[in-house]
């Protein structure tokens, strides 16, 4: 009877034990966002990285250094962002996996022979999904790279387009097989959509119904409405959005810019972190455009999606900042009003803007200050000076930098330079009817702008490669249509 009682209190303090030995990681794991462990047979790495792809990076997002059992264990407190992750050592070798799904408490076993093609997980599909075709993408490259050596270049281009036709079959099947791995998600997203050669009816399709087909769908393959895509390689996400804009879009009007942009940011809003990054980083595009009709996107952008609440991210302050410069550059857009400058010139005689009297007025804030404007200012004069008399042409321009020192420098500028037409107005911008800086938004110099007799502004951000292209097209096309016809 006490041998039994003895052994039943042994094995009750054994369970007891057990449970008292796991309590404290089955709550340290509560406590954790995430736990990562990672083990690399015969390596010698001390210190290992853990980091995720980030639109057009990656950055490091934890440091671990090997334990006495060999592993290196990533742990904290935040969880992981959804998307593709790598180790790393600081020699460069790395390995990528996937958070995605899944509560991050993984554990992956490798061999320092060849990381990708010798990890193994527990407990996590989408990894085990990775891994496996990591495998065969290794193997489909090692098998090129071999008859690569082996087959003259005519044999060996089209033995490469065979297995990687069989590769992209591979893809395509896991894709439909599998839609929901974010494996499948990112080829997806890496496949280019190609517009149909006929419609519904069985119609054959013009170059431009195939082109807006393309506008319309450019989108469909990838996901952003989730977080986790703009934690992929740069391929993946960031070079498909940059194409779209850079190339696809580029040197359309601002309102076709506009048309396929808010749909895509629609989409967006669903993934915070996504709608985040696209509206900052198109808003920066646009605010830094040379191409003087995309002030107009940029302003769009601001109303719509920092005026609006939508900007979820920014301090009130700098809304109201970035707002403030949109509402300035509405006014500015081309094909508005130019805001009416009355200033003086060296004589101290008060002249407006509105009321200079040439066809075509060239508005230049510029300061002899302004080391590019040393440059700049007598390239855009000779322009002027050749131009002047054939499109009537007169110059309004603004000295920036009002003090006695510059105005010596101005004065001194211009006469070096033989600036001395009668209709190359130079105004002293120290006293104006309105603060010009502000109107005018002006920062930098110079800033030169094409305003018709009518003082609705043609052109902007002119430059001296483009100020003679610009006066030529526009000046140039409304001399020859008010030419009489020969009957």
Same mark, same amino acid.
């Given at each position: ?18 449970? /008292? *030995? ?5 709550? &340290? $794991? ?8 990672? %083990?690399?047979?015969? =390596? ?15 950055? /490091? *997002? ?5 334990? &006495? $059992? ?8 935040? %969880?992981?962002?959804? =998307? ?18 899944e509560k991050p408490f993984f554990t992956f076993e490798t061999d320092q022979r060849d990381w990708t093609q010798n990890i193994k997980v527990k407990g996590s599909p989408q990894n085990d999904f990775l891994f496996r075709f990591n495998r065969l993408d290794a193997q489909v490259t090692a098998d090129l790279m ?10 060996f281009v089209r033995y490469r387009y065979k297995k990687l036709l069989e590769l992209d079959s591979v893809k395509l099947a896991l894709i439909q097989q599998y839609p929901d791995m974010f494996l499948s998600k990112m080829m997806m997203a890496d496949k280019e959509v190609v517009p149909p050669i006929v419609n ?151 002249h407006s803007l509105h009321a200079f009297p040439h066809k075509w007025k060239l508005l230049v804030f510029w300061s002899p200050n302004c080391g590019h404007c040393k440059h700049i200012i007598p390239a855009v004069y000779k322009v002027f000076e050749k131009y002047t008399m054939e499109y009537d042409i007169g ?93």
């Amino acid at each position: 009877m006490w041998g039994m009682m003895k052994r039943y209190a042994k094995a009750a303090l054994l369970l007891l034990l057990a449970a /008292v *030995v796991a309590f404290p990681a089955q709550a &340290r $794991k509560k406590k954790l966002g995430y736990e990562i462990t990672l %083990t690399i047979n015969y =390596g010698a790495d001390t210190m290992m990285y853990l980091g995720n792809y980030f639109a057009k990076g990656n950055q /490091v *997002v934890d440091t671990a250094y090997r334990d &006495r $059992k060999g592993r290196f264990v990533f742990s904290g407190k935040d %969880t992981l962002p959804e =998307g593709l992750y790598f180790f790393a050592n600081p020699r460069g070798n790395y390995v990528e996996f996937v958070v995605y799904h899944e509560k991050p408490f993984f554990t992956f076993e490798t061999d320092q022979r060849d990381w990708t093609q010798n990890i193994k997980v527990k407990g996590s599909p989408q990894n085990d999904f990775l891994f496996r075709f990591n495998r065969l993408d290794a193997q489909v490259t090692a098998d090129l790279m071999e008859h690569e050596a082996k087959l003259d270049s005519a044999a060996f281009v089209r033995y490469r387009y065979k297995k990687l036709l069989e590769l992209d079959s591979v893809k395509l099947a896991l894709i439909q097989q599998y839609p929901d791995m974010f494996l499948s998600k990112m080829m997806m997203a890496d496949k280019e959509v190609v517009p149909p050669i006929v419609n519904e009816r069985g119609d054959t399709l013009t170059m431009d119904q195939r082109r807006q087909y393309y506008l319309e769908h450019y989108f469909d393959n990838i996901p952003l409405e989730e977080n986790a895509i703009i934690r992929t390689p740069k391929a993946i996400f960031y070079d498909n959005v940059m194409n779209f804009y850079d190339n696809v879009l580029n040197f359309t009007p601002p309102q076709v810019i506009i048309q396929y942009m808010d749909p895509m940011l629609e989409r967006a809003k669903k993934a915070p972190d996504v709608f985040q990054y696209l509206v900052m980083t198109l808003t920066q595009k646009y605010l830094q455009s040379n191409v003087m009709i995309y002030d107009e996107v940029y302003v769009h952008l601001v109303k719509k999606y920092y005026a609006s609440g939508d900007n979820f991210w920014s301090s009130p302050s700098s809304i109201d900042k970035e707002v403030a410069r949109a509402n300035k550059w509405e006014r500015l857009l081309v094909g508005r009003e130019a805001p009416e400058l009355i200033l003086f010139d060296t004589l101290h005689i008060p002249h407006s803007l509105h009321a200079f009297p040439h066809k075509w007025k060239l508005l230049v804030f510029w300061s002899p200050n302004c080391g590019h404007c040393k440059h700049i200012i007598p390239a855009v004069y000779k322009v002027f000076e050749k131009y002047t008399m054939e499109y009537d042409i007169g110059a309004f321009t603004i000295m920036s930098d009002p003090d006695a020192k510059t105005r010596l420098e101005w004065k001194k500028f211009m006469v070096e330079h033989g600036m001395n037409s009668p209709a190359w107005l130079s105004l002293d911008g120290g006293e104006a009817n309105v603060d010009w800086h502000d109107v005018y938004d002006i920062v930098t110099t110079p800033q030169i702008y094409l305003i018709d007799e009518n003082n609705i502004i043609q052109a902007k951000k002119l430059g001296e490669g483009t100020i003679e292209n610009v006066i030529k097209a526009i000046c140039g096309q409304s001399a020859r249509g008010s030419q009489p016809q020969e009957k």
